[in-house]
């Protein structure tokens, strides 16, 4: 008979039965589950709740249960349910009667709350190390491409030059914003729902202060339907997961697009690329591509969550138990696209000679050109229109703007000089963007000096 069956006059049908049961995925929660049981045994005996005796059983039971888990000696039992009522039976079945008084004053809806948050809570924090991981990576990186000067883009459109390094910082901030999300999520799972019962709390008197200090919690839930029924901690996860696949799919994108022939600014490492079963020749950026492709993965699992909890009334519905599949799909995703995009972004060879070509061509030094204008007392509407006629002559000519004379560039405006050269130079145009935030080495070296002091 299952521990809720003394209300009913029948089984339930196989088909409900496999239909309503959760142990094939929720099992994943086991060590959760039975450290909060330990917490809360813990706390039912010093309370007097329950015979210390029991309490102490209890908590032995329950430890044995875990390491055998951990040893994978569990066979976890499908009529059981879910993990909880697994975990319970399993212990009755080794402890005997005192087994049956674990469950006083806890109800499976504040228990699963429970568990729930603390797998979020430590999903949160490995995420949180594994972007700094990532962050460490990139600040590598633009610590020895300081003066490696490239093209900016605007609409994938050459636009002004940069530094290799500035292009790697932007993603630095990135990806310091998703770990600081991911702080802001462990906050909010951070919080102990146990003690909530099934909506409306209990008789008993339960210290849910000692079973949060048992189990590392800075405070309880202020709530108790509220505490049954929120799952906002898991969204804040999804969105912060779903944000954080946006920035490596946009990464992705550049790397792909960098190791074509075309651009030719990149070098995927042969053990991160694959090939092709027909072109001998293709060497194919397979793992920016399944990172890229993933991501959609990911914000799927976020808008299945948000769907599923839109309309529900207060306070536990079973609608609820699909919000751990989708969860576990997506934490797994991330850290497994973390992981891999980490490690082949250590292997990149990032083609120096090609970047700093690529700023010959594309007119990346206009705005310079203009701004030289401008410190020659050209008002910038003029300047800018002089350059832009530049520009039309260049294309005509088939030159750049470094390729025209003196007294060619004099034609457009008198106030051109013999210094316009050096103005103009691509070395010059970043080191003149010497403000914060800015591409010179000095501002770039203070960038990454500013994020690994926010690493800590």
């Known amino acids: 008979m299952k521990l809720w069956g003394g209300r009913f006059s029948k089984a339930t049908d196989g088909l409900v039965d496999d239909f309503n049961s959760s142990i094939s995925f929720d099992k994943r929660l086991y060590e959760q589950d039975i450290l909060g049981s330990i917490a809360h045994a813990t706390m039912l005996g010093e309370q007097g709740i329950i015979p210390e005796a029991d ?12 390491e055998d888990a951990r040893a994978g000696k569990i066979k976890w039992m499908t009529d059981a349910e879910d993990i909880h009522m697994n975990v319970e039976t399993i212990l009755t079945e080794r402890i005997g009667e005192a087994g049956k008084r674990l469950h006083t004053g806890r109800s499976r809806n504040d228990q699963v709350a429970l ?30 491409n300081l003066h490696t000067v490239m093209p900016g883009y605007t609409h994938l459109q050459k636009a002004q030059p940069i530094t290799l390094a500035h292009h790697m910082m932007a993603y630095v901030q990135m990806f310091l914003r998703d770990r600081e999300r991911f702080a802001r999520a462990e906050a909010a799972a951070n919080v102990m729902p146990l003690g909530s019962g099934a909506l409306a709390g209990t008789t008993y008197p339960l210290n849910r202060a000692r079973v949060a200090e048992l189990l590392d919690f800075p405070a309880v839930t202020a709530n108790s339907l509220d505490g049954v029924s929120d799952r906002d901690y898991l969204l804040d996860y999804l969105h912060a997961a779903s944000v954080c696949m946006m920035h490596l799919s946009r990464f992705s994108e550049e790397l792909i697009l960098w190791s074509t022939t075309e651009f030719h600014f990149v070098t995927m490492d042969d053990a991160f690329s694959t090939g092709s079963s027909i072109m001998p020749q293709k060497k194919n950026p397979d793992v920016a591509e399944l990172i890229r492709g993933k991501t959609g993965r990911v914000y799927g699992d976020l808008m299945g969550l948000l769907t599923v909890m839109k309309g529900l009334p207060l306070a536990y519905n079973k609608d609820m138990q699909e919000d751990k599949e989708g969860f576990f799909d997506a934490r797994d995703t991330l850290v497994k696209s973390l992981t891999v995009f980490t490690a082949m972004l250590r292997t990149l060879t990032f083609r120096k000679e090609e970047m700093a070509r690529g700023t010959e061509s594309g007119f990346t030094n206009a705005t310079d050109c203009a701004d030289y204008l401008v410190r020659k007392g050209v008002a910038f509407r003029d300047a800018h229109r002089v350059v832009g006629q530049l520009v039309a002559h260049c294309l005509d000519q088939n030159k750049a703007l470094l390729d025209l004379r003196l007294d060619e560039l004099q034609r457009f405006h008198p ?15 970043v080191e003149r963007r010497n403000i914060p935030g800015g591409p010179a080495p000095e501002a770039v070296q203070a960038a990454i000096d500013a994020a690994l002091a926010q690493l800590g």
């Open 55 to 66: 309490a102490r059983a209890i908590v032995e039971g329950l430890k044995g249960i875990l």
């Open 115 to 144: 568990d729930t948050r603390m797998y979020a809570r430590a999903c949160c924090r490995e995420a949180q190390e594994l972007t700094a991981d990532l962050i460490r990576a990139l600040l590598d990186i633009a610590k020895d």
């Open 415 to 429: 106030a051109f000089e013999s210094d316009v050269y050096e103005a103009m130079s691509s070395k010059a145009c």
